[in-house]
């Protein structure tokens, strides 16, 4: 994988940024092959068998691959962790997506009901008025009855038993 300069992939585990044109397998290669030569050279001063030098050689190979399977799986582990980070931002970016809908649609319902609560306060109030209005109505329709009937009733005749026809044709009882 080819990155460009200062991406995760050219960090090592610190997150220190390496040398361009340096590879962490060389730079470990080189360091197993000097750790040999000490080695070598604080062995006695015989010289080392063919076997040994390939025995040396072979550990040193295995050494160098096993070190750069371990880089490639770091960088492999460090790109798959990115990428489940950027897929949980994803995920929560959404959710917020989500909820500032939901914030949006309860502020179109809480304006909605302020309406409501608003028309049905200004219907309230409509009602009392026509009902004081009826009241008031009422009031006067009896009032204006009880001035007729006591009107009819001064033009009565002023003679005879309480209950009596007037000559309208109509009973009139003088007790309610």
Same mark, same amino acid.
């Given at each position: 994988? =080819?990155?460009?300069?200062g ?15 340096v ?9 197993i !092959? ?8 604080a ?5 080392p068998?063919?076997?040994? !030098?390939?025995a040396?050689?072979?550990?040193g190979?295995a ?8 880089? !490639?799986?770091?960088l492999?582990?460090r790109?798959?962790t ?5 897929l949980?931002? *994803?995920?929560?970016t959404?959710? +917020?997506k989500?909820?500032?809908?939901l ?6 319902? %809480?304006?909605?009901l302020?309406?409501? %609560?608003?028309?049905l306060? =200004?219907?309230?109030? *409509?009602?009392k008025?026509?009902?004081?209005a009826? %009241?008031?109505?009422r009031?006067?329709?009896? !009032? ?9 009733l001064?033009w +009565?005749? *002023?003679?005879?038993p +309480?209950? *009596? ?9 003088a007790?309610?």
């Amino acid at each position: 994988m =080819n990155a460009p300069a200062g991406s995760t992939e050219d960090m090592d585990i610190d997150g220190d940024q390496e040398p361009s044109g340096v590879r962490k397998e060389d730079s470990l290669l080189a360091d197993i !092959k000097h750790a040999a030569d000490e080695a070598a050279s604080a062995a006695p001063s015989r010289a080392p068998t063919p076997l040994e !030098k390939a025995a040396a050689v072979a550990f040193g190979a295995a050494a160098a691959k096993g070190t750069s399977i371990a880089a !490639k799986e770091s960088l492999e582990t460090r790109r798959l962790t990115l990428r489940v980070l950027d897929l949980q931002m *994803q995920k929560i970016t959404l959710k +917020l997506k989500h909820f500032d809908e939901l914030e949006d649609i309860m502020d179109a319902e %809480r304006v909605q009901l302020d309406r409501d %609560r608003a028309a049905l306060e =200004n219907e309230r109030e *409509q009602l009392k008025r026509e009902s004081e209005a009826l %009241r008031l109505e009422r009031e006067h329709l009896k !009032k204006a009855k009880e001035s007729r009937v006591d009107f009819q009733l001064s033009w +009565l005749p *002023q003679v005879g038993p +309480l209950s *009596q026809r007037s000559s309208f044709g109509v009973s009139i009882d003088a007790r309610k």
